[in-house]
């Protein structure tokens, strides 16, 4: 079992940044593909970023490349998500994610169906 807790939530204005971690236990943080995702009202969670085992790849939604970056530290069992440029339509719940059995390339794991583990999330509302 994987327990994620997210912090670093807030209200910011348009233009802005933030930065959200999440805080993983109950399993070698580095054996993880972690990934980022973000959910509104009415909407599945869509997939922002994801970052290899040993955080040396990443992969980016088109809506957040150039604007969000992901990375991880493994002796500490966090991964963040830094946001830069925030849109009003960032608005949103983020959440961490983590799977334990992922093979192959992360560019393939877009899906939330492939993520086993979530956080609670955490808020994030972007000010125009």
């Known amino acids: 079992q994987v327990h994620l807790v997210e912090s670093g939530g807030g209200l910011v204005q348009a233009g802005g940044s933030l930065r959200l971690s999440c805080a993983a236990s109950?399993?070698?943080?580095?054996?993880?593909?972690m990934a980022w995702f973000r959910q509104t009202p009415g909407k599945e969670r869509e997939f922002l970023a994801a970052?290899?085992?040993?955080?040396?790849?990443?992969s980016y939604a088109e809506s957040v490349k150039g604007r969000f970056t992901i990375s991880r530290d493994n002796a500490e069992s966090t991964v963040n998500l830094q946001m830069n440029s925030l849109k009003p339509e960032d608005t949103a719940i983020y959440y961490c994610?983590?799977?334990?059995?992922?093979?192959?390339?992360?560019?393939?794991?877009?899906?939330?169906?492939?993520?086993?583990?979530w956080g609670q999330g955490a808020q994030v509302t972007v000010s125009s």
């Open positions: 970052i290899a085992r040993s955080g040396g790849r990443t």
């Open positions: 109950g399993r070698t943080f580095s054996s993880l593909l």
């Open positions: 994610a983590a799977n334990a059995i992922a093979l192959g390339p992360i560019s393939a794991y877009t899906s939330q169906n492939q993520f086993t583990y």
